[in-house]
T-cell receptor, first 112, second 110 residues
Framework: DAGITQSPRHKVTETGTPVTLRCHQT?????MYWYRQDPGHGLRLIHYSYGVKDTDKGEVSDGYSVSRSKTEDFLLTLESATSSQTSVYFC???????????FGDGTRLSIL | SQQGEEDPQALSIQEGENATMNCSYK?????LQWYRQNSGRGLVHLILIRSNEREKHSGRLRVTLDTSKKSSSLLITASRAADTASYFC??????????FGKGNQVVVIP
């Protein structure tokens, strides 16, 4: 398996609280991604990064922010969590354009 | 939207049979990728086929791509119980941004 660690793996929190999810890679890959997976929607891209401090929005970025201060870490922050952000969040990495992505095992986030 | 759409949505087959899944998309692509997801796990990359390729093989997997019809198929031959999973197609929209379909649940009955 590609060296990708997501933390935490499970989290339950309350509406309105800030939440930060961490993705850590040991592969030195340039690209990193955050997706959410919901029933009936498949995987949807939230934000991605194409280098340190270089990030861009995906298709469902509202309510989320990201940061990448080091190659190995990509953080996803929900500034004020809402129940609609209850989901399973996946981090992925890729070495370059036009190459496969490798996924972590996900973080199951429940917002009550 | 360039999102891939898999068909059929769910498939149940006997061990040893072949399983075929289709994926359609709406706009031009750089490549198309197939992934597998076991319950409770992340996605695992299976095959990447580029827009100038028509067919690709990997073990018991065969992927075809028809860019004129904007469709792809994934064939799993001689299925095994371990092939039970969800299968996703994903289209590369450039800059390695993938658009995933909703997935196709495959159950292989021993």
């Amino acid at each position: 398996d590609a060296g990708i660690t997501q933390s935490p793996r499970h989290k339950v929190t309350e509406t309105g609280t800030p939440v930060t999810l961490r993705c850590h890679q040991t592969e030195n890959h340039r690209y990193m991604y955050w997706y959410r997976q919901d029933p009936g929607h498949g995987l949807r891209l939230i934000h991605y990064s194409y280098g340190v401090k270089d990030t861009d929005k995906g298709e469902v970025s509202d309510g989320y922010s990201v940061s990448r201060s080091k190659t190995e870490d990509f953080l996803l922050t929900l500034e004020s969590a809402t129940s609609s952000q209850t989901s399973v969040y996946f981090c992925a990495i890729s070495v370059a354009d036009n190459q496969p992505q490798h996924f972590g095992d996900g973080t199951r986030l429940s917002i009550l | 939207s360039q999102q891939g759409e898999e068909d059929p949505q769910a498939l149940s087959i006997q061990e040893g049979e072949n399983a075929t899944m289709n994926c359609s998309y709406k706009t031009s692509i750089n490549n198309l990728q197939w992934y597998r997801q076991n319950s409770g796990r992340g996605l695992v990359h299976l095959i990447l086929i580029r827009s100038n390729e028509r067919e690709k093989h990997s073990g018991r997997l065969r992927v075809t791509l028809d860019t004129s019809k904007k469709s792809s198929s994934l064939l799993i031959t001689a299925s095994r119980a371990a092939d039970t999973a969800s299968y996703f197609c994903a289209t590369d929209r450039g800059n390695n941004r993938l658009a995933f379909g909703k997935g196709n649940q495959v159950v292989v009955i021993p």
